[in-house]
Each structure stands twice: as structure tokens, then as C-alpha cells.
């Protein structure tokens, strides 16, 4: 079992950034392939970003490409999401989740992966 805790939200003026983290325990994330995915108000949960475990290639929504980084810290169990340029659609819950068994065609297909964090605040203000 891994368990997930995010930390980082907050509240940020359009343009700002935040930085997000993702803080594994019970098992090593190294392991994982970890993704950050989004839910803003009203709106169903999004794929943002993943790392994958192997090689540490990274993808990312196209909403989000160029103005958010995704990466992972093994000697920390914890994976980050750096966000620039924030807009105020960026605006949501921030999950971190983590699977074993991602390949390419699934990265951002929520049901691939087996653990979830409680999520955490990002609010853009315009």
C-alpha cells in the first residue's frame, strides 16, 4: 500500500505560481508511475500531468503544457508539480495518484491507477 499526501495549495493572483508536492509513505514511489489530476468547480476530474517511473519521461494535458513541471525527488518519496503563469481556470482540487501498471495509451485515465490522495486547494484569482 501507498499512501498519498498533497500539500502546496493555496490561494495565488492569475500569473503567480505554486508549487505542489506529493509525499509517499508505506512504500517507495520510485516504483510508481504518479500523475496529478484536477477538478475544478463543477467540472469532472482532468488528467494534468504524470511522471512515469521508468526513465522519468514526463506528459501533460495541453492545457497545461509549458506552464507546468512535473517531477520527482526518489531519495524523498515525493513527487512535485510546479505551476506558472497560473490562470484562473486552473482553479480546483489537486489529487496526486500512483500506479504500477501505466503505459503510455493509459497515463491519463484515472482508473489506472491505485492509490489517490485527499487532494488539496488551488484558487486563482483574477
Known amino acids: 500500500q501507498v499512501q498519498l499526501v498533497e500539500s502546496g495549495g493555496g490561494l495565488v493572483q492569475a500569473g503567480g505560481s505554486l508549487r505542489l508536492s506529493c509525499a509517499a509513505s508505506?512504500?517507495?514511489?520510485?516504483?510508481?508511475?504518479v500523475a496529478w489530476f484536477r477538478q475544478g468547480p463543477g467540472k469532472e476530474r482532468e488528467f494534468a500531468a504524470a511522471?512515469?517511473?521508468?526513465?522519468?519521461?514526463?506528459y501533460y494535458a495541453d492545457s497545461v503544457k509549458g506552464r507546468f513541471i512535473i517531477s520527482r525527488d526518489n531519495a524523498k518519496n515525493t513527487v512535485y508539480l510546479q505551476m506558472n503563469s497560473l490562470k484562473s481556470e486552473d482553479t480546483g482540487v489537486y489529487y496526486c495518484?500512483?500506479?504500477?501498471?501505466?503505459?503510455?495509451?493509459?497515463?491519463?485515465?484515472?482508473?489506472?491507477?491505485?492509490?489517490w490522495g485527499q487532494g488539496t486547494q488551488v484558487t486563482v484569482s483574477s
Open positions: 508505506g512504500r517507495s514511489l520510485s516504483s510508481n508511475t
Open positions: 495518484a500512483a500506479g504500477t501498471r501505466l503505459i503510455l495509451s493509459t497515463i491519463s485515465q484515472q482508473t489506472a491507477y491505485d492509490y
Open positions: 511522471i512515469f517511473r521508468s526513465g522519468g519521461n514526463t
